[in-house]
């Protein structure tokens, strides 16, 4: 797996992608105006990005991350995000083989748990 693999899975998923860097120059995939489909978050519209590590085998990064901040900067294991001041980090393991559907679904447990 890529990281183009992710995109186009995002893509065929009818979700809006793009690639930025963030302070370091680090790759990001994002999700534009994503809408958190369910849990508290229900409805809220968001960017979501996800690293995208240059090495093979694809390797996940703990974290991913929200534009807007979605809960109290410092709260749920979140912090500032290296991708501006107004995105926010969500510190979040993911501790299965990487496949498109399977991070997309890590994300979106991710956001629907607070």
């Known amino acids: 797996m890529t990281p183009d693999d992710l995109d186009s899975y995002l893509r065929d998923l009818g979700l809006t992608v793009e690639i930025i860097n963030d302070s370091e120059g ?3 995939t994002v999700v534009r105006q994503f809408t958190i489909p369910s849990g508290s978050l229900t409805g809220r519209i968001c960017d979501v ?6 090495g093979v085998p694809y390797t996940v990064p703990a ?3 929200t534009r807007p901040a979605l809960v109290a900067m410092g709260t749920l294991s979140t912090q500032a995000s290296p991708l501006g001041p107004d995105w926010q980090y969500w510190s979040r393991r993911f501790d299965h083989p ?4 399977l991070i997309w679904t890590h994300i979106l447990t991710v956001l629907s748990e607070p």
Do not use: E, L, S, V
């Open 26 to 28: 680090k790759p990001h």
């Open 49 to 54: 990005a996800i690293m995208r590590p240059p």
């Open 63 to 65: 974290a991913i991350h």
């Open 98 to 101: 990487p496949t498109p559907q």
